[in-house]
Structure formats: structure tokens, C-alpha cells
């Protein structure tokens, strides 16, 4: 399976820099590898989980804003993974600089760079831009989860902020990563923001914020959303290996192992 923007190698063209595909999408030249589809899927999961969870598995440090050091990033891999012994700054450099997800934020005078959303330890984003932020925002929840939410509003759970849509669509999609049914709620940024809650922009469409308390959203109109094939692809290989870690889970609560 092929995860959206993702399990796709990375060549790189002597005139236009690094790009994913078979060919440079600028000239049409075929370029030479640098890394393969299995290193691409790896070396995204290792790099958010380093700028987003657990920094100091792969001996990285942040700064307070969750910013990293791109040497010690292709050090720390290098060490831990015996498979990524070849790699080297500029290949971390190419994965970022052609992710299509927009997950990361670079920069290369400083040789530095962050993840933009998606943390569950503490890192101050507040340096993110703040204007220009939709009048409305989207946030998906499960069915199980409304009435407890409109009692007492969104709160991050596992995650230090809440991540917020730009759209109806996107919030749906986010939401049936985690239910068959996911319900979109229709957020008053505008409101919120007047009212003095800082609301960022992680990327071009994802937004954070702390929390949204009651009265700033309401249920929004439901929609017909077609998810893309390599969306559900995700979607249920996500769905194996929750079963599979839920199977071995059970085993060894009954002593199988």
C-alpha cells in the first residue's frame, strides 16, 4: 500500500534539486535515487516521531519552540537504525523539502528544523503565523464523543494542541482515521479570536489552538465527502494494526506469550 504523498522514492536532479517520482517534474530528467520507497515510509515515521514524541530516543535535542538540528537528526538515525548507516544530512534535507504534507518547517541558514502540528510533548508554537486565520474551522470527533464535548468543549487529549480543519472535507477525512462515522464540528474562529484565543496556522490547512470551550462551535451540516482510494488504503491498514496490537495485547494479558 502506498500512503498519500509518502512511499514514493526521492531522486534528485542536478538543476532543480530533490523531487519524488520517476521523473523531474521542472525538465522531465530521470535524476539519480537517494532514497527508495521503503527508506521513504521509514524515515517518515522515525522523523515525526523525533520532532513530534521522543527526541531523545535518537539523542535530539529540541529548543523550546521544537526546533532540531539537522545533523544530529541524520546522527541520531544513523545510530539507532542500522539500515539508515548511509544516511546524511541532505537526505533528511530531501525528505522535508519534498513532503507533501506539509508537516515540517525548514530552515536552512540555520540547518534546523520542526514539526508544525501533531506533538504530544511540549513545545511552544506561538511563533507560528496567526493572521489571515479562516472565519470558520473544522473539527471531526466520534459519535461517542458529543455529548461530552458539548458540555465541556475541545480539549487536546494525547496531543498538546488541537488540530483544526480549513475545511468540511479535510475535518471528515481527519475524523475517518478514527470512526466509520466521524460528526464535523463547525468552529467560530472568528469568535475565538476576538475573544482573545490565539489560533496558528501549522500549515495550509491545518490550525492550532489550546482548547475551544463551549459556545464556539456548533454541529455543521452534514455533508457527502468522497475519500480518496489511497486515503482508505490508510485508513485500513490502520485499522490491522490497531486489531493486531489489540490482539497481542490480549495475549499477553492471558499469559499466551
Known sequence: MKDKGEQMKIKICNKHGPFRGEKCPVCG?????????????????????ILRHFPENFNVKLDQHGWANINDIA???KGKNKKFR???????????????????QYDK????????????????????????????????????????ITEIGIKPGERKWVHLSDSYEEAYISGR??????????????????DGRAIYRANEKIYIT???PPG??????????????????????????RKEKERRKM???????
Open 29 to 49: 530528467d530521470e535524476g539519480k535515487l537517494m532514497l527508495n520507497d521503503w527508506e521513504v515510509e521509514a524515515l517518515s515515521r522515525i522523523l515525526t516521531g
Open 75 to 77: 546522527e541520531g538515525i
Open 86 to 104: 548511509f544516511l546524511k544530512p541532505y537526505h533528511v534535507e530531501a525528505f522535508i523539502l519534498t513532503d507533501t504534507k506539509g508537516r515540517f
Open 109 to 148: 541558514s540555520a540547518g534546523k528544523v520542526r514539526a508544525t502540528y501533531g506533538h504530544s510533548i511540549n513545545v511552544d508554537l506561538s511563533d507560528l503565523p496567526s493572521e489571515n486565520i479562516p472565519r470558520k474551522l473544522y473539527y471531526a470527533i466520534v459519535p461517542e464523543e458529543e455529548e461530552f
Open 177 to 194: 482515521h478514527r470512526t466509520d462515522n466521524p460528526i464535523v464540528l463547525e468552529i467560530d474562529a472568528e469568535k475565538l479570536i476576538n
Open 210 to 212: 489550546k482548547e475551544i
Open 216 to 241: 464556539y462551535f456548533i454541529k455543521a451540516p452534514i455533508k457527502e465527502v468522497e475519500v480518496p482510494k489511497e486515503e482508505l488504503d490508510q485508513i485500513e491498514e490502520e485499522k490491522r494494526r
Open 251 to 257: 495475549e499477553e494479558d492471558l499469559g499466551m506469550k
